[in-house]
């Protein structure tokens, strides 16, 4: 027990670290896939306008 307390503790913070991070990326790429998925619609939105 007296080691795996040091081990947790040098090792939970990265992971802690890490969590954060994939959890942040995940996030934003949602939002890029949102943007790669509406963006034949709003090209052919401009063609129209502009045509």
Not at 18 to 41: A, G, M, W
Request: net charge negative; charged share 25%; hydrophobic share 40%.
């Amino acid at each position: 027990m007296d080691q795996i307390l040091p081990l947790v503790s040098d090792i939970g913070f990265p992971i802690i670290v890490t969590l954060y991070l994939l959890h942040r990326i995940e996030t934003k790429l949602d939002t890029l896939n949102d943007t790669l998925v509406e963006l034949p619609d709003r090209l052919r939105e401009g063609i129209r306008k502009s045509g």
